[in-house]
Structure formats: structure tokens, C-alpha cells
């Protein structure tokens, strides 16, 4: 789902380009930015919610060296959702883009890399660690207008 909506954000979705859908909004790339928003937020506030569920689960993810884990779980999953929740909000969506596009960069720093360093013929360690830099950018590519993103053009 959030690399759908992922790749939506980097080139505008065919799908979405030849549909016209909602003639009542004025341009498609709103519809298009808002579906874009749409989709990440529902995965931030799913992952959200199974932070909170599986607290117990995911402490161990976090390298030795931060302490207070289930603490860092639990900020974590109100992050998620404050985020999600800001992108749906016109009035709080580019900040909210900017603060989530840091939380995730911030997780391949503080998570990803010290595992990734600590086993690095770990396969499942350099696919979390890119896939997390890929969700990084997610949320900064949708500040970019549509028109002017770099990939539009072969969408």
C-alpha cells in the first residue's frame, strides 16, 4: 500500500491522470497529492497502532545503546501517528512531510545502520535499511508539485 502510494508521490500515477476523476476539484494534481497523503497516513497510523499492540515485539529492534526501549517504542508509535494524522490536514501536511521525512531518515541512522554494521552479510538488514531510506523520501517528494517532479514526465 505505502509503496503504491510512494510511487504516486515520485511520478504521477498513470491511473490517475487518465481517469479525470472528481470533476469538481480544480486540478487533478490536488487529487493526486491528496490521494498520495491519503495513503501514507493510513500506513502511519496502522504501524501506529501495532507499535502500541506489539510493544513487547518490536523493543528488541532498538540497538543496545538507546536506552529506555519500550519508552522509544510507544514515542514512536504517537509520532507515527501524529504524523499520519498531519498529513491529512491541509493546514499541517507540509510540515507534517518535512518532521516524518526526518523521523524516517533518522531511523536508518539510530536503527538501521547500527544492525546493518553489526551483520552486514545480513540480507533482510540491507533491505530494511533501504527500504527505510525510500520512506524517507516519500514524504518529501509530496511537497513537490506534481508538474515539476522529476519523474512525472515518464508517468
Known amino acids: 500500500m505505502v509503496y503504491h502510494g510512494g510511487g504516486c508521490v515520485c511520478c504521477r500515477s498513470p491511473l490517475l491522470e487518465q481517469r ?39 523493543a528488541p529492534f532498538i540497538p543496545a545503546f538507546i536506552p529506555w526501549r519500550i519508552f522509544w517504542v510507544q514515542f514512536t508509535a504517537v509520532a507515527l ?12 501536511s507540509r510540515l507534517a512531510a518535512r518532521l516524518t521525512s526526518l523521523m524516517f531518515f533518522l531511523w536508518v541512522l539510530l536503527v538501521h545502520l547500527p544492525h546493518l554494521v553489526a551483520d552486514p552479510l545480513h540480507n533482510a538488514g540491507w533491505c530494511e535499511t533501504f527500504e527505510a531510506l525510500a520512506f524517507s523520501a516519500m514524504p518529501t517528494f509530496s511537497l513537490i508539485p506534481s508538474k515539476q517532479r522529476p519523474l512525472s514526465k515518464f508517468g
Open 20 to 58: 479525470k476523476p472528481l470533476r469538481q476539484l480544480r486540478d487533478r494534481s490536488d487529487f493526486s497529492l491528496t490521494t498520495q497523503n491519503g495513503v501514507l497516513a493510513a500506513f502511519m497510523i496502522g504501524a501506529a497502532i501495532l507499535h502500541l499492540r506489539y510493544t513487547a515485539f518490536v
Open 81 to 92: 501517528a501524529a504524523g499520519g494524522l498531519g498529513l491529512l490536514l491541509p493546514a499541517t
